[in-house]
């Protein structure tokens, strides 16, 4: 029988709703055999989910979610099977999480401006791990009333020309390549079919990324279309890159996400768990 591989998750570490134990035993009742762990910008929950693993008879792969800015575009970029220990990849980290603090003042500052009060000291209440993210904001929006559900506070709120948007000032691609290969581990663009960037400018993203020693494109995702699977997997083909899935799962509040559960990849993927 084949293994069932999810590799993206969040735990409370970083934006998602559970604990990096409880994610874990999530993962194991979902069905799930080999889970990577991938906060935002921060390894700090993959001790805990290791020792849970270790538990609940299946494997963590320990992983993270870089934050990355590219030609005018954020863009994720997954490190999977990282050494967590690693002092050049805790300090890349650590620079991205300070200007999360910051940046997250400079949110709360521009939403009170809106008239919108108490958002930051809100968000950091419901950001109880390492960072404070626009989903904690978007969680907090919610909950007073200010927009529907998370996806209208992002609509409305939180990107490009809407009254809490801060511009991202992330990690260099060549900073975060450098970074994940130094801690030994395998980096993977996340979710690709996301960037709202031309065919050509995700082409010219991929083959830099490639030529920096990336291996993966994220070709399954929670958030990919059924159509974007067969496009993203051409791609991977064409750029001689692994195909990994994951469901990016964040939290039970969304139920259209759900641990594992991932279809197959596209036939002629070379998956990445191949190389683990
Ligand atoms: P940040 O890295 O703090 O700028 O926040 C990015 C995170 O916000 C993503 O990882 C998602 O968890 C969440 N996010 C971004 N856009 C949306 C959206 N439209 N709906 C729901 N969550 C979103
Ligand atoms: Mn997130
Ligand atoms: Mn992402
Ligand atoms: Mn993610």
């Known amino acids: 029988m084949s293994l069932q591989y999810d590799l993206h998750s969040h735990s409370t570490v970083s934006d998602g709703t559970l604990r990096p134990a409880e994610l874990v035993a999530l993962a194991a009742a979902s069905g799930v055999d080999v889970l990577a762990l991938t906060d935002h910008d921060n390894v700090s929950g993959v001790a805990e989910a290791g020792a849970a693993a270790r538990e609940q008879g299946i494997r963590v792969i320990p992983g993270v979610e870089i934050s990355v800015n590219w030609n005018g575009h954020t863009v994720h970029i997954l490190g999977l099977q ?10 890349g980290l650590q620079g991205l999480c300070e200007y999360r603090r910051w940046r997250a003042q400079e949110i709360g500052r521009k939403l009170e401006k809106k008239g919108i009060s108490g958002a930051y000291e809100g968000a950091c209440a419901l950001a109880t791990g390492a960072l404070v993210g ?7 929006l919610v909950q007073h009333g200010h927009a529907r559900d998370v996806k209208d506070v992002f609509r409305n709120y939180l990107v490009t020309g809407k009254p809490g948007y801060v511009r991202g000032e992330w990690a260099p691609l060549e900073d975060a390549m450098g970074w994940i290969l130094g801690a030994g581990g395998l980096a993977v663009i996340a979710h690709p079919a996301r960037y709202k960037m031309t065919r050509g400018k995700l082409r010219r993203l991929i083959g ?3 030529g920096l020693g990336g291996r993966g494109l994220e070709v399954v995702s929670g958030s990919h279309s059924r159509d974007e699977y067969f496009t ?6 064409d750029f001689g890159l692994l195909a990994s899935a994951g469901s990016d799962y964040h939290s039970p509040d ?6 594992g559960n991932l279809p197959e990849l596209p036939p002629g993927c070379d998956p990445v768990w191949s190389s683990f």
Not at 134 to 140: I, K, Y
Not at 232 to 237: D, E, P, S
Not at 254 to 259: A, G, R, V
Request: no cysteine; glycine share 0%.
């Open 232 to 237: 993203m997997a051409r791609h991977a083909q």
């Open 208 to 210: 830099e990324f490639r």
């Open 82 to 91: 990282i050494d967590p220990e690693n002092a050049a990849l805790l300090q």
């Open 254 to 259: 969304n139920p259209w996400i759900s641990l």
């Open 134 to 140: 626009r989903l904690h904001f978007a969680r907090f």
